[in-house]
């Protein structure tokens, strides 16, 4: 077994919007690519968001799609709204992926956006990952709990809402920055 980790600067981002608990307990296999993605409001003005993360829980190189949707017009449709931007990525291995986009999106307090993930494996192996049921199957009982209109999949047959189908939630986060707003600017000149 091996292990690979990329550290960043402390304070690089200033929130993460998030629903999972970061533990998959199952997969939902799909007849080719899967995508997976999270609705979520954002809780302020003043923030733009500037990265996404998602987690893989089996050890297959998939390339993964990375989507921004801001101003979503649907509850049930992460892709209602504006593309922003999608990052192309190759995971070759399971773990937690942090995707930066090439910009930071400015979105307002209330306002509605996703992050969409679409996975396109190189092998004949397509599964999505969810958090599962309430039982985890691992000898701990712990309750997983997730509201509708949050977490979706796409199996290849249009949007699921994750949690009304008793999946739970995906392992997709948003990572936001707070925009530096500049109040006053003196200028004192030299003689």
Known sequence: DYTALKAVPAGS?????????NVCLMTLESDGNG?????FTS???GESVAAASFTLSYPVCYSANVSLYTGLKNNTDPTSGTLRETQSIVCNSQGYYVVDFNNTYSVKKGEKFSVVVTLISYTDFHQVPVEGGSDSGL?????????SNQSFVNLGSGWEDAGAEGYN???VKALTVNNEEIKSLA???LP
Request: charged share 20%; net charge negative.
């Open 43 to 45: 809780e302020k003005s």
């Open 35 to 39: 995508s997976m993605a999270n609705i």
């Open 169 to 171: 939630n995906v392992p």
């Open 139 to 147: 000898g701990m009982d712990f309750k997983m709990y997730s509201d």
């Open 187 to 189: 200028i004192n000149t």
């Open 13 to 21: 981002y200033s929130k993460i919007y998030q629903y999972d608990g």
